[in-house]
């Protein structure tokens, strides 16, 4: 329908671990903790992030979906229309020539979307992808409070919200990985 997605299956015992603003430092981190654990994630791309941080975004390959998460990070409703298309018709040609694959997913920088910018998303074939829990992360959340809001959030179909780029998050992987397991809770 081009509509943002919120929430994924819920008839299903699946769940989406998305990282949004990378690739960054802690990205090896990430893809480590994510290829020990077995599990997939999302990763959100930066198109400025990838120029900076070669080499690693190809890195996430074994362990990720792949998305579009515009050049510079903007809030795009402040954008000229051009210049909103602009950032993120230009991460997603980035991207694809980065990882060798179609980017076929974009979520916005601070969820921020328009009804233009949503058709602008489906006529480049993407589909929208918000979240319904987020970890906080972003906002300052240490370990212990990232772990405490994903895991109060965490049910099927839940999309969740974490950053790659936050030492916290990556703390809190393995206490996150490990309720995902005891709840029979699959990363898609």
């Known amino acids: 329908y081009g509509l943002p997605l919120y929430c994924g299956c819920t008839h299903k015992r699946i769940v989406a671990l998305t990282f949004d603003d990378g690739p960054g430092v802690y990205t090896h981190y990430a893809i480590r903790k994510l290829s020990e654990a077995h599990l997939p994630a999302t990763f959100f791309l930066v198109g400025k992030e990838i120029v900076a941080w070669p080499g690693l975004a190809q890195r996430e390959k074994p362990v990720a979906a792949f998305g579009d998460h515009t050049m510079t990070h903007p809030f795009l409703p402040a954008l000229p229309y051009s210049e909103a298309v602009e950032e993120i018709a230009a991460d997603q040609r980035l991207i694809e020539r980065t990882v060798h694959e179609p980017v076929l997913l974009f979520r916005p920088p601070y969820e921020g979307h328009t009804p ?22 972003s906002l300052g959340a240490n370990y212990l409070g990232i772990e405490r809001n994903v895991i109060a959030g965490l049910r099927p179909g839940s999309i969740i919200l974490m950053h790659e780029n936050r030492g916290q998050t990556i703390r809190a992987l393995d206490v996150i990985f490990a309720t995902l397991h005891q709840r029979h809770l699959v990363a898609v």
């Open 116 to 137: 233009a910018i949503d058709a602008e998303v489906k006529r480049l074939g993407m589909i929208e992808v918000l979240w319904d829990v987020d970890s906080a992360d």
